[in-house]
C-alpha cells in the first residue's frame, strides 16, 4: 500500500472560512515533508516544507502541523479565497531511503464556495 | 521563458503510434525527473536524471524509454503503449539529486495529458 495518504478526497469550504487538509503517513522515519497544490491544467507547485524536528511551520496565510506521535500532516489555510481551489496533497521524504525520492498522497480537491 | 516546459500539452495516440514528450527547464539545474499521475492515484516517480546520467528507473516498462542530451532537455520516447498508460505525465527539475542528503525542492512543468486509444 502507499506510504502516504489523505483523508478527505474532497473538501467543500464557504470563501473567507479557515480550510484544513489532513494527510496521514506510516513511514515513521520521514523526516521530511511537503504540501503541494495543483491547480487544474497545471502542475504541482511547492507550498509550505516542515522537518521532522519541528511541529509546526507557518508561510503565509499556510500553517503546516506536523505530528510525529499519530504520523499525521495537516495543511491549515487561512482565510480561504477562490484562488486556493486546488488539489492538495502531501508528500514524505526519507533521507536514509537511497534514491526513491518523494512519497506522495492522492490529493484532497479543496472547492471554495461563494 | 522561464521555469519548467512542457510539449506537447496534449496528445492523442494509438498502441501502435511512436510518439516522444519534451520537457526543458531554464533554472540552471542540475537534476530533472519523469513523473506519471493517473486519475486517482498518487503521483509516480518512473525516472531520475542527474547530470545527464540516468541514476533512477523506478520499475518502468522499456515502452517508456527517457533521453537527456543536456542538463536542460529531457524526453519520454513512446511506443506500443497500452490504454492504462493514459495519464498527466509530469516532468520536474531540482537543482540537485543527492539520495541519503539534503533534498532539494522540485519544480514542476505544466505537464502532458497523454490519451492512449
Known amino acids: 500500500g502507499e506510504s502516504v495518504g489523505l483523508h478527505l478526497p474532497t473538501l467543500s469550504v464557504q470563501e473567507g472560512d479557515n480550510s484544513i487538509i489532513n494527510c496521514a503517513y506510516s513511514?515513521?522515519?520521514?523526516?521530511?515533508f511537503i504540501w503541494y497544490k495543483q491547480e487544474s491544467g497545471k502542475g504541482p507547485q511547492f507550498i509550505i516544507d516542515i522537518r521532522s524536528n519541528m511541529d509546526k511551520r507557518q508561510g503565509q496565510r499556510v500553517t503546516v502541523l506536523l505530528n510525529k506521535t499519530v504520523k499525521h500532516l495537516s495543511l491549515q489555510i487561512a482565510a480561504t479565497q477562490p484562488g486556493d481551489s486546488a488539489v492538495y496533497f502531501c508528500a514524505e521524504n526519507y533521507s536514509g531511503g537511497g534514491a526513491d525520492g518523494l512519497t506522495f498522497g492522492k490529493g484532497t480537491h479543496l472547492i471554495i464556495q461563494p | 521563458e522561464t521555469g519548467v516546459t512542457q510539449t506537447p500539452r496534449h496528445l492523442v495516440m494509438g498502441m501502435t503510434n511512436k510518439k516522444s514528450l519534451k520537457c526543458e527547464q531554464h533554472l540552471g539545474h542540475n537534476a530533472m525527473y519523469w513523473y506519471k499521475q493517473s486519475a486517482k492515484k498518487p503521483l509516480e516517480l518512473m525516472f531520475v536524471y542527474s547530470l545527464e546520467e540516468r541514476v533512477e528507473n523506478n520499475s518502468v516498462p522499456s515502452r517508456f524509454s527517457p533521453e537527456c542530451p543536456n542538463s536542460s532537455h529531457l524526453f519520454l520516447h513512446l511506443h506500443t503503449l497500452q490504454p492504462e498508460d493514459s495519464a498527466l505525465y509530469l516532468c520536474?527539475?531540482?537543482?540537485?539529486?543527492?539520495?541519503?542528503?539534503?533534498?532539494?525542492?522540485?519544480?514542476f512543468g505544466p505537464g502532458t495529458r497523454l490519451t492512449v486509444t
Open positions: 513511514n515513521s522515519a520521514s523526516d521530511y
Open positions: 520536474a527539475s531540482s537543482q540537485d539529486w543527492i539520495p541519503g542528503d539534503k533534498f532539494y525542492e522540485q519544480y
